[in-house]
Nanobody
Framework: QVQLVESGGGLVQPGGSLRLSCAAS????????MGWYRQAPGKQRELVAN???????NYADSVKGRFTISRDNAKNTVYLQMNSLKPEDTAVYYC?????????WGKGTLVTVSS
């Protein structure tokens, strides 16, 4: 019913910026919460940031002040602006949507921060 497609990942140098996008499609009236998670090699998947329908947000401590999550409810799209990227940010980033009591996940987009 809900399909999520991420875009914007790639290779970036330390200190650089990337903007990730995630568009939800399907028979959707509204999505309660959208967010970004990431999983680095050998590590568990962790929350990066999420944003509720009312606009409230929360961030992992490791990205506060550097990343900004936003959404366009009309388009059912969530964005993640990533600034001052560090090698530790290297991971596969996954988009998640919570809709009608269900979690939906994108396939992920790889972000590599390296010189």
């Amino acid at each position: 019913q809900v399909q999520l497609v991420e875009s914007g990942g790639g290779l970036v140098q330390p200190g650089g910026s990337l903007r990730l996008s995630c568009a939800a499609s399907g028979s959707i009236f509204s999505i309660n919460t959208m967010g970004w998670y990431r999983q680095a090699p050998g590590k568990q998947r962790e929350l990066v940031a999420n944003i509720r329908s009312g606009g409230s947000t929360n961030y992992a401590d490791s990205v506060k002040g550097r990343f900004t999550i936003s959404r366009d409810n009309a388009k059912n799209t969530v964005y993640l602006q990533m600034n001052s990227l560090k090698p530790e940010d290297t991971a596969v980033y996954y988009c998640k949507a919570f809709y009608l009591g269900m979690d939906y996940w994108g396939k992920g987009t790889l972000v590599t921060v390296s010189s």
